[in-house]
């Protein structure tokens, strides 16, 4: 049964407002809180962001737009159906959309920003709606990074249980019900909390790591070339050498993989002492290649 009506205040959680026709606020209020979507990046589970990257962004070194896709589209525009789904196929449920933004009640940096809220026998619970291409994604579980972000959303209301409700290929729909992680969300929340009071309010920059986020923020914080120059010494014969052991590398790893798909044929697992290891595939029409399975 989908409702309307929230109190402005549950659990550990208050309503901090809704932000859906004020992006300027929305921007505002995230610039020093710390949002589910981000806690993957943080501690170190998004293919996507870095620490490093995300505190370009949230300090205004780089700018923090998101270059919009046809994926994000769909994914934004089926998610009140996938919704609709979901209150089918769970009566016994209350269901609140359009929740809008909330915080923690004592630190009210924690910020979450669930898709929809459930209520039922066990409470309050947190709604997330996903759209997936590929369910091979999704063979071991909710990816880390999914479940990092509602992790977190758990521990800043103070809920018990959540669902996360996926649309594979368009026309799979399945169901991920789990419970809050006490020990989960402590690690996250330290490394959260570390990374916001010593980086971020600090503006003292992250190590740097081997992320292709990070290196592409630094690129983009220093755009303007000046005639001058800087010894870096030691720095740059490492640079030269990793690049060279990276040629080398890629070079074989080419050679395994020309090795491994002769091997497999048209299979589409491969084995390693019985257990799958590598994936064969196929996307959007492309010539198959390899993947290491999740979890292998």
Known sequence: ?????????????????????????????????????????????????????????????????????????????????????????????????????????????????PDAIIAGDRGYGILEIKTARFADDWKDGVPKY??????????????????????????????FWFDADPSWQAHDLDIVRNFRDNYLLADKKPDFDGAESTYQAVRE?????????????????????????????KAHQNKLAAEILDLMGEAKYATVFGEVFLVRQSRGGVKPFLVKKQGA
């Open 146 to 175: 999914y479940m990092t972000q509602v992790q977190w959303y758990l521990n800043t209301f103070g809920f018990d249980y959540a669902v996360i409700a996926c649309l594979f290929s368009g026309s799979n729909y399945q169901e």
């Open 221 to 249: 914080e220093y755009t303007y070339i000046e005639e001058s120059e800087v010894e870096i010494g030691q720095l740059g014969l490492d640079w030269d050498n990793a690049k060279t052991a990276v040629e080398a590398a």
């Open 1 to 113: 049964m989908v409702s309307d009506i929230l109190p402005k205040e549950i659990g550990n959680a208050k309503l901090l407002g809704n932000f859906s026709e004020d992006p300027e606020g929305w921007h505002e209020a995230r610039a020093t809180r710390i949002g589910g979507s981000e806690v993957g990046a943080i501690v170190g589970e998004s293919k996507y962001e870095s620490p490093y990257s995300l505190w370009a962004k949230k300090t205004g070194r780089i700018e923090s737009t998101q270059v919009d896709n046809d994926f994000m589209y769909w994914g934004r525009a089926l998610e009140p159906v996938i919704i609709d789904r979901f209150a089918e196929k769970n009566p016994q449920l209350d269901i609140y959309r359009d929740v809008g933004t909330w915080v923690h009640k004592d630190e009210d940096w924690r910020l979450a920003n």
